[in-house]
């Protein structure tokens, strides 16, 4: 049976490969993003291959998650796949000199987009007693490093949503977990550095950092697990990383 899966954070990184990864395996697809123009190119890049829909919304706005779920068509409705991707860190920063809109924008986006998103979901889930949930967490969500205080704090809290999710939604058989992540190279740093693109990019010089190809492989094996299987929690690294402070860089 063909599926519907809802993917936050469609329009670059990790997102977008997962999308292009649903594809391929005839998984119909609501792509979700701020960037108009990026979401239409991806629209017409795998329409050949599945079912489309965009919606265009900012995670942060309740009003503007709300509106543009409440208005999928009825073929894009029921929502059996959920990827709880869309997240950013803003800043590096220790605690006493960071930024009170990057922290914001941290915990509005990573934390409270994601359980808006969820809430406008999960009830009809909950209804048709099936569904999956994804949530993407990250390494900075297992453990704390410098001058990451609020971006880990955030993805901590997803770490424990995800927990509080997979205990609620156990009684309708509803599968939830997390992939969480540690260095894969996107739009990422870019965003946390504020598009300073030389410092972005010496965050992945003298190692082979992961590629959101890596990370939509993983989600497809997980959402493709037999029914019976659920991938709870899973921390994936490049090899070159032991943790988040640790990297054999060879530069
Ligand atoms: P990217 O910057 O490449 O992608 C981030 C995505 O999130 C974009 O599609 C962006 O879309 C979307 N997004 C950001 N802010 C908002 C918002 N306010 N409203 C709606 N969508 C938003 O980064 P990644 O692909 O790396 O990040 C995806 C997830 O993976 C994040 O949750 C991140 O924390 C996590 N992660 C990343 C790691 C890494 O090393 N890259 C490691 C571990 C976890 P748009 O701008 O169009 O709205
Ligand atoms: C992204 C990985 O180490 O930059 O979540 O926090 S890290």
Known sequence: MVKNALITGATSGIGKSTAELFAEHNINLILCGRRQERLQDLQEQLSSKTKVHTLNFDIRSKGEVFNAINSLPTEFSNIDILVNNAGNAHGLDAIDTGNIDDWDAMMDINVKGLLYVSKAVIPKMVNQK???VINIGSTAGKEVYPN?????????AVDAINKGMRIDLNQYGIRVGAINPGLVETEFSNVRF????????????GFEPLKPEDIADIIYFAISRPYHVNIADLVVMPTAQASSTI???KL
């Open 130 to 132: 099936s569904g999956h």
């Open 148 to 156: 990451g205080n609020v971006y880990c704090a955030s993805k901590h």
């Open 194 to 205: 504020k598009g300073d693109s030389k410092r972005a990019d010496d965050v992945y010089k």
């Open 247 to 249: 990297v054999n860089k």
